[in-house]
C-alpha cells in the first residue's frame, strides 16, 4: 500500500504501542498532524516544546516505556534542547520527533530551519535525519530499539517537511532491528563472576550502592534476594530511591551530598563496595582520592564505559544487572555480619538525635516537615515528582518510598522545570496512582504554563509548591560560601493561589505545620488538577551536606545542641 | 606512549563529526585521525591516534563503542603492523642544493614528485619516526610548505585486524 511520510510514522509509532503523544505543532510538522488525525493516539498539547520532552520523560518514567514527543523544526526543536539533556543524563528512553525544512532547503538558512541533529548529537545517544521516505519506517524501528535498549537515552529523528509529504509503498520491517555497531549484551568472564563471588563472601563490612539502573534493569527481587542473603546493608542514589524498601532494616536510604551522615559514614568505613547500576557521580562521591578508601569495590554497569571511569575498581563487570545479579546470587553465602550491621546503627542513632523530625518546628513551618506529613497523608503510596532544590532533597530524605517507580526526579542534569510536566506525563502513563508534583517556587515558575496543559487535557495531578521565597538551594550556598551575600536568589513572586484560580484550578495555601495534613487530605478528594502553596521558613538548611568536592565524610551537620535545646523545651 | 586505535565505522553522512565531536566533548587528546574507505563498502576505516600519557586509550575506546555507528575498535599498538604515514615537502632548492636533496631522498626511499627552478616536492611514506628524521633532514634547506596525512596501520599476517578486540566485552553501546 503506498502511504505518505507522515502515515507511515504514525503506522510505525502504533506498532511500537504508541498511545500517547506529547507535543506542539508548527509550519514544518504540520503534515504529520494533518495525518494523525486518523489514527488511534492521543495528543497532549503542552505550553512549550521543553514541557513536552520532560512529559515523555517523566511518561517514560514512571511506565518504563518509551515516551515520545514531537516538534516543529527550528524554534520548536531548540526548545527541547533542556528536555533531551535532562533525559540523556538520566538515561531515560524518549524518542523525540521533529520536523524539518524541505531536503532541498537544508543548508539555506531556510525560514525556521536548525541543525537540529547537529545541536543534539552531544545530548541523545543517537539521532537520524531522514532524507528518503523509503529509509522512515527503518529508522522509526532503530530509534524505539535503541532508545529502549542497553543504556536507554533519548533518540530524535528529525523529518524534512517533503519527507512526510513524499509517498512510498509501505512494508514494515517486521525483522528484529540488526545494527552492526550497537549490540548491548551481557557477557561476564568467569574468572570475574569467581573473583567478584570470593571478595563479596570474605568482605566484613559490604554496602551495596543501589542506583537506577536496578529500576531500568528490574533488578529489584534480585537486590532484595541478594541483601538479604548476604545481610548486606543497602545504600541508593538519588535515583536510585524506590528500588529497595525504605521501611526495610536493610535500607540506609541515600548516599551522598545530602545523604544522611551514617550512610556516608558506612561507605567511608566499608571493606567491599558493590556498585549496581550507578556511575559514581561527583554528587555521591564527594572527593574521589578520599573515596571509601578502605573499600574493594565491585562494579555492574551496562555501560562499558563508566566502569573505571570516576572511581577505580577491582571488578568491573558489564551487562544487564538482573542478569549479573542472578548469576552472582547462588553463590552468595549468608555471612554473619551483624557487627557491621550494629555499628551502622550506632551511627544511626547519632543521626536520629539531630532529625528535624524530632523537633515540633517551633511553631514554625519548615520545608522537612511538609514533606514528612505529604508521605503521611498518602501514606508513602503517591508517586513523586519533584523539581530541583532544597525542596528535592527534603523529598528523598523525608518521603520513603517503599515502591519502585515512585520517584521521578531530574538528577544528572538537575533541570528545574521537571516536575510540573513530568508529572503530567507521569499521570498519564499511570492513571490509577496518585501523583504528587513538588516544587519550589523558583522552578514551578519555569514551567507553570504547563498548568494549562493539565487543565485541558484533565490530568489530576497534586501540586505541591514550596515556597520559600527564595532559589533556596543556592540561598544555602550562599549562606554556607559566600557569607550570606544573596546575590539574586530573593524572589518576588505571584499568588501561586491566583494563578491557580485562573486557570480554574482549586488552590489552599498553608501556613502552620497543624493545617498541612488536613490540607492534603482536602486536595486528595479534589476531581482534577489541585495546588497547595506551601508558605514555609525562608531561610532554612537542608542537612546534612557534604561541601562540593569535600570528602565524604566531612559532612556540614545539623548543630545538635540547637535541637536538643529545642526538643527538650 | 603512543596508542593506534583501528575503528571500522558505517560509511554514513555524519559518521566523522560523531567521532570528532566525542573527542571534543570528551576532552581526548588525539595525536591524528585518518579516515578511508575499506574493502567493504559500506564500511570506513578510521586509524587514531591517541596519546596515552594524556589520555587513557581504554577510555577512548569504550566510548567509541557508545556510538551506534561504530562498529569494532582495536587498539593495535603492542600487535605486530605495518603503520605508515606520508608527507608531501616542498622544500628550497637551487642548482647547488638540488642534489644533496634528491640524494638524501633517495637514501630516505621517498620520491621527488615535482620539480620547479627554485624548489622541490618531495613525498615520503614511511612510519612515523623515519618521517620525523626526514623533515628534520630537510628543515636546512628551507622548508616551504609540508602536510602529513596521519597514521594508518593494519596488523600483519592474514587475520583482520588480528582480532581479539579491545575492553573483553564486545560491541556494546
Ligand atoms: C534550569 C536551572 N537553572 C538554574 C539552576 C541552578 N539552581 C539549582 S537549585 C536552584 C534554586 C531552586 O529554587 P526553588 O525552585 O525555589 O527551590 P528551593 O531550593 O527553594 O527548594 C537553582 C537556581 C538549575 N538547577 N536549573
Ligand atoms: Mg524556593
Not at chain 1, 531548540?78 to 531536503?103: E, F, K, L, R
Not at chain 1, 546493608?233 to 526495610?248: D, E, I, M
Not at chain 1, 549496581?276 to 578502605?294: E, H, I, L, S
Not at chain 1, 504528587?436 to 485541558?456: P, R, S, Y
Amino acid at each position: 500500500m503506498e502511504l505518505t511520510g507522515a502515515e507511515i510514522l504514525w503506522e510505525c509509532l502504533l506498532r511500537e504501542g504508541v498511545e500517547l503523544v506529547f507535543g506542539y505543532p508548527g509550519g514544518a510538522i504540520l503534515p504529520t498532524y494533518d495525518a494523525m488525525n486518523f489514527y488511534p493516539v492521543r495528543h497532549v498539547l503542552v505550553r512549550h516544546e521543553q514541557g513536552a520532552v520532560h512529559a515523555a520523560d517523566g511518561y517514560a518514567r514512571a511506565s518504563g516505556r518509551v515516551g515520545v514527543a514531537m516538534a516543529t523544526s527550528g524554534p520548536g526543536a531548540t526548545n527541547m534542547v533542556t528536555g533531551i539533556a535532562t533525559a540523556m543524563m538520566d538515561s531515560s528512553p524518549v524518542v523525540c520527533i521533529t520536523g524539518q525544512v524541505p531536503t532541498l532547503a537544508i543548508g539555506s538558512d531556510a525560514f525556521q530551519e536548525t541543525d537540529v541533529t547537529g545541536i543534539t548529537l552531544p545530548i541523545t545517544k543517537h539521532n537520524y535525519l531522514v532524507t528518503d521516505v523509503r529509509d522512515l519506517a527503518r529508522t522509526v524501528k532503530e530509534a524505539f530499539y535503541i532508545a529502549r535498549t542497553g543504556r536507554p537515552g533519548p533518540v530524535l529523528i528529525d523529518i524534512p517537511k517533503d519527507v512526510q509529504i513524499a509517498r512510498t509503498e509501505f512494508v514494515y520491517p517486521e525483522d528484529p532491528v540488526e545494527l552492526p555497531g550497537y549490540k548491548p549484551r551481557t557477557v561476564i568472564p568467569p574468572e570475574d563472576l569467581e573473583r567478584a563471588v570470593e571478595l563479596i563472601n570474605s568482605a566484613r563490612r559490604p554496602v551495596i550502592l543501589a542506583g537506577h539502573g536496578v529500576l531500568m534493569s528490574g533488578a529489584m527481587r534480585e537486590l532484595r534476594e541478594f541483601a538479604e542473603r548476604g545481610r548486606i546493608p543497602v545504600a541508593q542514589t538519588l535515583l536510585g530511591l524506590g528500588n529497595f524498601p525504605a521501611s526495610h532494616p536493610l535500607c540506609l536510604g541515600m548516599m551522598g551530598m545530602h545523604g544522611e551522615a551514617y550512610v556516608n559514614q558506612a561507605i567511608q568505613e566499608a571493606d567491599l563496595l558493590l556498585a549496581f547500576g550507578m556511575r559514581f557521580d561527583d554528587r555521591v562521591t564527594g572527593n574521589v582520592k578520599t573515596y571509601a578508601p578502605k573499600a574493594r569495590k565491585i562494579h555492574v554497569d551496562i555501560d562499558p564505559s563508566e566502569i573505571n571511569k570516576n572511581v577505580k575498581v577491582d571488578v568491573g563487570i558489564v551487562g544487564d544487572l538482573k542478569a549479573v545479579l542472578q548469576e552472582l546470587l547462588p553463590h552468595v553465602e549468608p555471612v554473619d555480619r551483624s557487627a557491621w550491621l550494629e555499628q551502622i546503627d550506632e551511627w544511626r542513632d547519632d543521626t536520629r538525635r539531630r532529625d528535624i523530625l524530632n523537633w515540633d518546628g517551633g511553631g514554625k513551618l519548615w520545608g522537612a516537615h511538609v514533606i514528612h506529613d505529604i508521605w503521611r497523608a498518602t501514606e508513602g503510596n503517591a508517586i513523586v515528582v519533584t523539581d530541583v532544590g532544597q525542596h528535592q532533597m527534603w523529598e528523598a530524605q523525608y518521603y520513603r518510598h517503599e515502591r519502585p517507580f515512585t520517584l521521578i526526579t531530574s538528577g544528572g542534569l538537575g533541570t528545574m522545570g521537571f516536575a510540573l510536566p513530568a508529572g503530567i506525563g507521569a499521570k498519564l502513563a499511570r492513571p490509577d496512582e496518585e501523583v504528587w508534583v513538588i516544587a519550589g517556587d523558583g522552578g514551578f515558575q519555569m514551567t507553570q504554563a504547563e498548568l494549562a496543559t493539565a487543565v485541558q487535557e484533565r490530568v489530576p495531578i497534586r501540586i505541591a509548591i514550596i515556597n520559600n521565597g527564595y532559589l533556596g538551594m543556592v540561598r544555602q550556598w550562599q549562606e554556607f560560601f559566600y557569607e550570606k551575600r544573596y546575590a539574586a536568589t530573593p524572589l518576588v513572586n505571584p499568588d501561586f493561589c491566583k494563578l491557580a484560580a485562573a486557570y480554574d484550578i482549586p488552590a489552599f495555601r498553608v501556613t502552620r505545620r497543624e493545617e498541612v495534613i488536613p490540607t492534603v487530605q482536602k486536595a486528595r478528594e479534589v476531581d482534577g488538577p489541585v495546588l497547595i502553596d506551601f508558605i514555609v521558613e525562608k531561610e532554612d538548611i537542608v542537612y546534612p551536606m557534604v561541601p562540593a568536592g569535600a570528602d565524604l565524610h566531612a559532612m556540614i551537620r545539623r548543630p545538635v545542641e540547637q535541637y536538643e535545646k529545642e526538643v527538650s523545651k | 606512549m603512543k596508542h593506534v586505535l583501528v575503528a571500522r565505522v558505517e560509511n554514513k553522512p555524519g559518521v566523522l563529526n560523531r567521532v570528532a565531536s566525542l573527542f571534543r566533548r570528551r576532552g581526548f587528546n588525539i595525536d591524528s585521525l585518518t579516515v578511508g574507505e575499506t574493502e567493504v563498502p559500506e564500511v570506513s576505516r578510521m586509524t587514531i591516534v591517541v596519546d596515552a600519557t594524556r589520555t587513557d586509550a581504554s577510555r577512548v575506546v569504550h566510548n567509541l563503542y557508545k556510538l551506534v555507528n561504530v562498529i569494532e575498535v582495536e587498539d593495535i599498538t603492542e600487535k605486530p603492523a605495518v603503520v605508515r604515514d606520508l608527507v608531501l615537502i616542498k622544500v628550497k632548492a637551487d642548482a647547488k642544493t638540488r642534489p644533496e636533496i634528491i640524494q638524501l631522498t633517495q637514501v630516505f626511499r621517498g620520491h621527488v614528485v615535482d620539480v620547479a627552478p627554485e624548489s622541490l616536492i618531495v613525498e615520503l611514506t614511511g612510519e612515523e619516526d623515519k618521517i620525523n628524521s626526514f623533515v628534520d633532514v630537510m628543515r636546512p634547506f628551507g622548508i616551504i610548505e609540508m602536510v602529513r596525512t596521519g597514521i594508518v596501520a593494519m596488523v600483519r599476517g592474514t587475520s583482520v585486524n588480528g582480532h581479539g578486540r579491545v575492553g573483553g566485552n564486545g560491541s556494546v553501546l
